[in-house]
């Protein structure tokens, strides 16, 4: 059970795609801003009149096995409660307390599903309707979190780099209902949140697109290795630097952001009084069209609206072009009778740039978040909105600047039943469309302010602290490129984080490793960047137990239970986010099993031995000798697979080294072996511009893809060291 930092009562939340929950908490703070940062103590409190359940144990959920899940939501207040679930034998009491809150405790059992939780008043005498959540399954669950290169969709990477036909059959081929994702909405917030929202969708062609793809990597491996259900809830944004997602508490103990932290205290004791914050100013904004667009004033997404002055436009595309603002795009479809009081998907493609979706005149979905113009769609209908027959689907689409619409494939824009892809009702072809109000009449978006997603602890407020009561088995990260020009900050604010993380989502007596695994940042050309992307590289070796190459001065973190990705072979020099995702997930992928999933397993299980032996953990130097003018880089070699070569025969690149006048040159390597006792190999270096080398470093570059390898498929990463001898 998870017991730092727990709260009473959820302060913020955003309404969208869990209306019942949302409904519920909004009673209690009597507002639907979902995004303004108020005290609610002086609000007043109305009764839960329903049970809900909190977003992430929410249809066709994964959850993680043979552990203890904490079920908590809201309810009428002082109400005895039961927790049924298809897996367990007997029902879990609870009560929700005077202001409404109940949780439990409830252990899971193996792996498998699909299963079902009920959560029921104790007495058959009350007239409150139980909560059911459907299509569970028990598996191993984990959170995917980091910058853009994690949040790189698999379309975005082409699945792995692919051409056109191979993604297609990738993409085609890639349905499994076994393996799931929960995305949480990217969100600031001042203060840790208590919920999200968000749906868990099974990885299906319709799906898959939208999803990361070094998560969807490694989640298929695990799930051809264990063979059991995998959920990954991704929680990522581009662009953004590590103490963000740090909190305050840990940020505190670490030093050099107190100013940061001193301005978010006094804007969340008196708000405003730091300057509005962006999210504050961008729902006012969202407020405003209310005044100013005419469609939502005459309710043009209603029913029963008259669409004969309307134009006809052919979707996907930009309906009128060149017009900013408000658009708006209607088409009826007939919902088959079979289909009624089913949730269903909605898939529009990606739309340009943020939009509302009504269905038959009811709000279903929004995309209020600017810059995620090129991001699928890909929205739960609930089913108390589906009805059979003659239905209307209309979206606001609100163009900040260049194209609008939904701009994506035509085979991306369907509906269907959830988890029965195959039933599905087209919506590309003809709409009608109108236009609404210009951004003249709207005013510009509001997308910068102090407060934003670099803001220290802003996402993990908003992001990581609503999944704390989420039992997952650990994290894999990709980040560090936001920090690049702080390298020896990093080496002690990264393993801060991780620590962090640890102590929330791990409780401290349950004996429990939170193992994290992360990729080292990628080759990308920054032209002489002073090395400091070659040292945040350095930084982030120094995290793990035994880390060698590192500079003197950079701190070592040493933690149990982690393991570094290193990329150098998998990089694009012109592209910060290079496609091949593969390589990157099924590497983070061999880390879990070999370093947590062998742990578990007895010796005389045959799969300890052979997930130990996965290659994951890449060579780093073992010691650096001199004899006369040339410097020995040594390596260990423990088996065949941890043998050093070249990929292209040639001899080794990537070495500079240096006398005692520090200045580098390009050194001339020899991969050589050592003497047999000693079991390894070493690299000889020497170069005619240095005659009495002492120190050496390796992959300096940010671009550099140096062409050592292990056996096993491993590139090396950057390392320094000196030899004095």
């Known amino acids: 059970m998870i017991r730092t930092a727990r709260r009473t009562a959820p302060r913020h939340f955003r309404l969208g795609l869990v209306p019942a929950l949302a409904l519920n908490l909004a009673v209690v703070l009597g507002s639907a801003c979902s995004t303004a940062h108020h005290s609610v103590a002086s609000t007043p409190r109305a009764a839960f009149t329903a049970i809900v359940v909190m977003p992430t144990l929410g249809d066709g959920a994964v959850l993680q096995r043979e552990d203890a899940i904490d079920v908590w939501g809201t309810a009428p207040a002082n109400l005895d409660l039961v927790v049924e679930a298809s897996w367990l034998d007997a029902p879990v009491p609870t009560r929700s307390d005077a202001d409404g809150h109940f949780e439990a405790d409830v252990p899971t059992g193996p792996a498998g599903g699909p299963h079902r939780l009920v959560v029921r008043p104790a007495r058959s005498t009350t007239d409150v309707a139980a909560h059911a959540v459907e299509d569970l399954w028990l598996g191993e669950v984990w959170i995917a979190s980091g910058q853009s290169n994690m949040e790189w969709s698999v379309a975005a990477a082409r699945w792995n780099g692919l051409d056109q036909a191979g993604y297609a059959r990738a993409v085609a081929n890639c349905a499994d209902e076994q393996l799931r994702f929960f995305q949480v909405p990217n969100r600031t917030s001042l203060e840790p949140e208590q919920v999200c929202t968000g749906t868990w969708v099974a990885v299906a062609p319709e799906t898959v697109e939208g999803l990361s793809a070094v998560g969807l990597h490694f989640a298929r491996r695990l799930r051809a290795e264990l063979d059991v259900p995998i959920g990954i809830v991704q929680a990522d944004w581009g662009g953004t630097v590590a103490e963000a997602w740090t909190s305050a508490e840990a940020l505190r103990a670490f030093g050099g952001f107190d100013a940061d932290l001193a301005k978010i205290a006094e804007e969340t004791a008196d708000p405003g009084s730091q300057g509005v914050a962006l999210a504050t100013r961008q729902d006012r904004w969202w407020r405003g069209i209310d005044a100013s667009d005419r469609g939502l004033r ?64 009811e709000e279903v979905a929004a995309t209020k978040v600017w810059n995620r113009w090129n991001e699928p769609r890909h929205y739960r209908v609930p089913r108390e909105a589906v009805r059979a027959g003659k239905v209307s689907v209309t979206v606001l689409c609100v163009d900040t600047g260049g194209g609008a619409g939904m701009h994506g494939r035509a085979d991306e824009m369907y509906l269907h039943p959830v988890n029965a892809s195959s039933e599905r009702v087209e919506l590309a072809g003809p709409w009608s469309y109108r236009r609404g109000a210009s951004m003249g009449d709207l005013g510009t978006f509001p997308t910068s302010n102090w407060f934003g997603p670099n803001t220290p602890t802003a996402l993990f407020n908003g992001m990581i602290a609503p999944l704390e009561r989420t039992r997952v088995r650990g994290a894999i990260w990709y980040q560090g490129e936001s920090n690049a020009s702080r390298p020896e900050q990093y080496a002690r604010l990264f393993p801060a984080m991780i620590e962090d993380w640890r102590g929330r989502f791990r409780a401290a007596d349950d004996g429990l490793a939170f193992p994290f695994y992360y990729v080292q940042i990628a080759p990308f050309g920054r032209g002489d960047d002073g090395g400091s992307w070659a040292q945040l590289r350095m930084a982030q070796t120094a995290v793990m137990p035994g880390a060698r190459g590192v500079p003197e001065r950079f701190h070592r973190a040493a933690l149990a239970h982690t393991g570094m990705v290193v990329t150098t072979d998998v990089g694009n020099p012109t592209d910060i986010h290079p496609k091949r995702k593969l390589a990157v997930g099924e590497r983070l992928a061999n880390w879990a099993l070999a370093d947590t999933y062998a742990e578990s397993l007895s010796a005389s299980d045959a799969r300890q031995a052979r997930w130990r032996a996965l290659p994951h953990r890449s060579p780093e130097p073992a010691g650096f000798e001199r004899a006369g003018t040339a410097l020995t880089v040594t390596f260990e070699r423990t088996d065949a697979a941890n043998e050093l070569v070249t990929v292209d025969g040639a001899a080794p690149d990537g070495f500079e080294i240096a006398g005692p006048d520090g200045v580098f040159h390009a050194a001339s390597a020899e991969l050589v072996e050592r003497l047999a006792a000693s079991g390894g190999q070493a690299v000889r270096l020497t170069s005619p511009a240095v005659s009495e080398p002492v120190s050496v470093r390796f992959a300096w570059a940010s671009d550099a893809m140096p062409n050592l390898r292990t056996r096993g498929g491993l590139s090396l990463g950057p390392f320094v060291g000196r030899a004095d001898g």
């Open 298 to 361: 005459e309710r043009w997404f209603a029913r029963d609206v008259d669409t004969s002055d309307w134009r006809a436009v052919e979707a996907p595309g930009d309906p009128d072009g060149g017009f900013d603002g408000c658009m708006w795009l209607r088409r009826d479809v007939e919902i088959p009778e079979s289909w009624a009081g089913r949730d269903l998907m909605l898939h529009l493609g990606p739309v340009d740039d943020m939009d509302v979706v009504w269905l038959d005149g």
